[in-house]
């Protein structure tokens, strides 16, 4: 039996083609970054990981036992201001069930009615977070207009100044989940997930230390209490947590004929 063979795209992490080697795969002698192409070694694969997403052509054009690495349109529930647009619908149409997203606001499609809102809602906090970004970049708390640093297309939410906390701290959870298929629905949730914790511990004083209100690691890990080493600096009154795996017991699978 001939080994299965795949396809990288440019910038393609080295872990992806560790594992596919492991696994007994081999890489195609294809170059080309595109799908679409007449020459039977550009086609000679089963598949084709890459960073970037497919055209929509791109996926239509491939043989049935080719397989990329993007559903088509996942920039809808990826893209931060698509996601919000998508919940504000799904609110529309299922009701109370979608409840569990503070108020929140595109900018700056819907600049009007966040300045109404704001200006009825005195002296609440809200958090912006730009549409496209990662790794905590670009995302402040502010309470004031002047204090909304939009430098481009962004989603503003109404801030959870009283959330759950560890120790003080804030936290939140990373669960990784594999969708295999979206007709039939088919999501599996790998059994490790990761914690991250704020390293400052959690206050409302000041709106602007991103070690307090954030949790990203890219963040975090600058922190001058994490890395101060001088005999004479004052110990932290109570050490931040550290970020670490939770376990699930049990993985959970399902699959239904059509997405909720």
Sequence with gaps: MLPRRYKLGPEAPALIQRMLHAKGWVETSSSSSSLSSSSSLESDWSLFWRLDRFKPTEVTSCMG????????KSGEITQKDNLQRNIKRMKTIWGPVYDFIPTSYTLPLEKVAFERQFSHDVGEAWISKPRGLSQGRGIHVFDTL?????????????????????????????????????????????????????TNKYSMDNLADSYTHLTNCTINKENPILSSSSPSSPAPSSPAPSSSTISSTHPSSSSSSSSP
């Excluded at 036992?65 to 088509?72: A, E, G, I, M, W």
């Excluded at 297309?153 to 759950?164: A, E, G």
């Excluded at 969708?179 to 629905?185: E, K, T």
């Design 65 to 72: 036992d080719q397989r990329v690495n993007h559903f088509l």
């Design 146 to 198: 002047a204090g909304l640093n939009q430098t481009g297309p962004c989603v503003v939410q109404k801030y959870i100044h009283r959330p759950l906390l560890i120790a003080g701290y804030k936290h939140d959870l990373r669960l990784y989940v594999l969708v295999s298929s979206i007709d039939p629905l088919t999501i599996m949730l790998y059994d490790d997930g990761f914690v991250r914790f704020s």
